[in-house]
Every structure is written in C-alpha cells, then in structure tokens.
C-alpha cells in the first residue's frame, strides 16, 4: 500500500502534486501512508461512482464521495453500501473484505450520523463550508465504531472522511484536493 500511495505521485505536499496536475485528484491517507491518487473514471448515475488510481493501478471506488471499494491494497473492500431506515440520518452499512490471507469477511453496522453547521475546511487545493458529521456505528459482529465525514450541506455529497473500510479495518482518510463535476449521466441510445 505504502508504495501504490507514494509511488510517482509523491510530492513533499499533497496540495503542490496537486496543483501540478490538471486532474481531479484525492489526497489519502492510509496506515500512515501519504499521497495523492487521480480520477481514472466516472460513471454511474449523475457520476456517482468514481474510480481512483495510484501509478500501480491501485484503485479506490467511490460512490457519492464515499469509499465502496478498493483493490490492490494489503486488504481489500471488496464492497460497502448503504440501506437508508430513516434518511439521511439512520441507516444500515454492509461491509464486504477480503483480508490478507484471501479470506471473505462480511458485516452490518446500524449507523447515525450526526452533523454540525458548516464551517470552513481547509482542503488541499481550497477553502469550502462543510459539514462535520460523525458517524456512530453498531456492528452485527459486536465493534463499535466511530468515522468523521465532511459533506456539502447543500448537496450532501462527501468532500472528506476519516472512517474504518470495515469493523476494526483499515483506517482511510481522504480529501478532494482538485475536485470533479458530476457528468449528467448519458441519454438512452447515445
């Protein structure tokens, strides 16, 4: 993981890589492993799946700015989703991994988020009002766990989260440094 993440997209500073390049890019944090990974894709509806690559192919999914899936990492998500009980507060996260000796784990958590007003952040590239939400989670398997996002409270989508890819996982942390617009999804037939 250490070399996906530092690999030719090292720099001193996550803001200066960058500003460097004309992609839209994620400044992640893993295990203490810094660097910077760039959009390889968008699809979905509105482009609300995004795909994320580091100079190995390492790949980070994203849906609506949150980690779904991740492949070439020491373990992998091999799928995250959401079942809304109450939205956009209450709900269930499924959690889907495969640990480093190839074995499949899978678990439900009963989440609640809970958001402050929106405040200023400092991404890498800019200065924008978030949100901070924490999300408490209860799993089926007996953790409890606890990740921060920040989303955009007019649209709700995820600019940045420091959250566990599964109970007890690996820590992610990520941060739009040069961010993305949605793509309107394609008409039928074109």
């Known amino acids: 993981m250490g070399a996906t993440l530092l690999s030719p997209w090292r720099a001193p500073d996550p803001a200066e890589r960058a500003a460097a390049l004309p ?10 492993n810094r660097g910077l990974l760039v959009m390889a894709y968008q699809a979905g509806e509105n482009g609300r799946d995004t795909f994320w690559q580091a100079a190995d192919f390492a790949t980070l999914q994203l849906r609506d700015g949150r980690p779904v899936a991740t ?19 209450r709900y269930r996260l499924h959690a ?26 400092e991404l890498p590239l800019m200065r924008k009002p978030l949100e901070r939400c924490v999300e408490r989670l209860r799993w089926q398997g007996g953790e409890r766990g606890t990740n921060v996002l920040w989303r955009d409270p007019d649209t709700g989508r995820l600019w940045a989260g420091e959250i566990s890819l599964w109970p007890d996982g690996q820590r992610l942390a990520w941060r739009v440094a040069r961010p993305w617009t949605r793509q309107p999804a394609p008409a039928p037939g074109s």
């Open 23 to 32: 992609y839209a890019s994620l400044a992640v944090d893993t295990q203490g």
């Open 96 to 121: 889907h991994w495969q640990d480093r000796d190839g074995r499949e784990h899978r678990d439900v958590a009963m989440a609640r988020l809970e958001c402050d007003g929106p405040r200023p952040v």
């Open 71 to 89: 492949d070439g990492f020491e373990a992998t998500l091999l799928g995250s989703w959401l079942v809304p009980l109450a939205p956009p507060y």
